[in-house]
């Protein structure tokens, strides 16, 4: 095989791991598993606001609470104004073998270990099966009606929008000081942008998904307009994430079945949520976003490109204390390194083929 065929070979091979890659890289359903460190809350009811009780799924319950056998509290045993934020893996086995061979309806009431009912753990598992199932975040978002993936981009554009003005302010006042460096620096931060990876909703990953649940006495303080904002402590974020959050609301009919279609016939599947995309405020190893109702909640975080990290920046784990290795970015590795060394080997053995053919 002549030098340029192998050199061909060798820039197809590239280019096609380059294309698979990017789409590849974004999308980790495994960071969701992570868990909820801590939680706080305040409601504001009727103009007033104050703090709430709050309360982790899995972790620490106060003394005096009504819990399950393995210590999680029970919320409809709540009598005192209280949310309750419970994380996915409290959802997933709180649901296993309850209610084995009972149709949905007859089980979605029952209490689970979770400390929540079965249908409220089947609502989170249901949206986290379906991030299982897309292969991208344009393709979650379509599984839901309406247009969710409009309302995305909307929030993103203004969130942009916002980053912006604030930069040009920060440019004009180094431009008035003389602060040449200053001026530098922000001009390259305003182009970075107008890249497209600050702008698709497929830059964008899940980091979390959990329940947020309210005790009965808080919602019946809580009228129409009435707000409750929860700060959530997890690995992973700090005060230069973009993150969203969206919040599944509704009650599908039957969880169950709609969990079997989208494990059997995903490209037809319609999860019957109707999807609120809410605004995030970031700080260090916490989000904060605020609620009218309570239901499942992802929140999602742009993954940076690797034209937007350092000259020798080097993409690191959510965190040390995350739930395990991202399975999925190794395996996506992984293949797109074996399609890319495949079609060298075939190409150098196809060369092979026409050499002996001219002897």
């Known amino acids: 095989m002549h030098k340029k065929q192998v050199i061909g070979a060798a820039i197809g091979a590239s280019v096609l791991f380059s294309v698979i890659m990017p789409g590849m890289a974004a999308w980790a359903p495994s960071k969701t598993q992570q868990e909820i460190l801590s939680a706080r809350a305040s409601a504001t009811i009727g103009g007033i606001t104050k703090p709430v009780m709050t309360v982790v799924g899995g972790g620490?319950?106060?003394?005096?609470?009504?819990?399950?056998?393995?210590?999680?509290?029970?919320?409809?045993?709540?009598?005192?104004?209280?949310?309750?934020?419970?994380?996915l893996s409290q959802t997933q086995l709180g649901n296993q073998g309850v209610g084995e061979g009972l149709a949905y309806g007859d089980k979605a009431g029952?209490?689970?270990?979770?400390?929540?009912?079965?249908?409220?753990?089947?609502?989170?598992?249901?949206?986290?099966?379906?991030?299982?199932?897309?292969?991208?975040?344009?393709?979650f978002l379509s599984k839901f009606p309406g247009n969710v993936k409009r309302d995305v981009e909307e929030l993103i554009a203004r969130n942009i929008q916002?980053?912006?003005?604030?930069?040009?302010?920060?440019?004009a006042d180094a431009e008035a000081n003389g602060d040449e460096k200053t001026v530098a620096s922000v001009e390259k931060q305003l182009a970075a942008l107008e890249e497209p990876s600050r702008t698709s909703v497929n830059s964008y990953s899940p980091l979390a998904v959990f329940d947020v649940s309210a005790s009965s006495a808080l919602l019946e303080q809580m009228g129409e307009g009435d707000t409750v904002d929860l700060t959530l402590e997890l690995n992973g974020v700090n005060q230069d994430s973009d993150l969203i959050a969206l919040h599944f609301m509704g009650d599908p009919?039957?969880?169950?079945?709609?969990?079997?279609?989208?494990?059997?016939?995903?490209?037809?599947?319609?999860?019957?949520?109707?999807?609120?995309?809410?605004?995030?405020?970031?700080?260090?190893k916490a989000a904060t976003f605020t609620l009218s109702s309570f239901s499942p909640?992802?929140?999602?975080?742009?993954?940076?490109?690797?034209?937007?990290?350092?000259?020798?920046?080097?993409?690191?784990?959510?965190?040390?204390?995350?739930?395990g290795t991202d399975k999925g970015s190794w395996m996506a590795w992984t293949i797109g390194g074996a399609v890319g060394a495949g079609i060298l080997v075939t190409a150098v053995m196809a060369g092979k083929k026409k050499t002996s053919e001219k002897k």
């Open 60 to 87: 620490e319950v106060p003394e005096g609470y009504p819990v399950t056998a393995s210590g999680n509290l029970i919320l409809s045993l709540v009598t005192d104004p209280l949310i309750l934020v419970t994380p």
């Open 110 to 139: 029952l209490e689970t270990e979770s400390g929540l009912t079965y249908a409220a753990n089947a609502k989170t598992n249901l949206v986290y099966q379906t991030i299982v199932n897309a292969q991208n975040t344009t393709e």
């Open 162 to 171: 916002a980053e912006r003005e604030e930069l040009e302010r920060e440019k």
């Open 253 to 284: 009919e039957d969880c169950d079945a709609t969990l079997d279609l989208v494990n059997s016939d995903f490209a037809h599947a319609v999860v019957d949520f109707d999807v609120e995309v809410l605004e995030v405020a970031v700080e260090e």
């Open 297 to 323: 909640v992802v929140l999602m975080t742009r993954v940076e490109s690797n034209a937007e990290k350092a000259p020798n920046q080097t993409e690191k784990p959510v965190h040390e204390e995350s739930q």
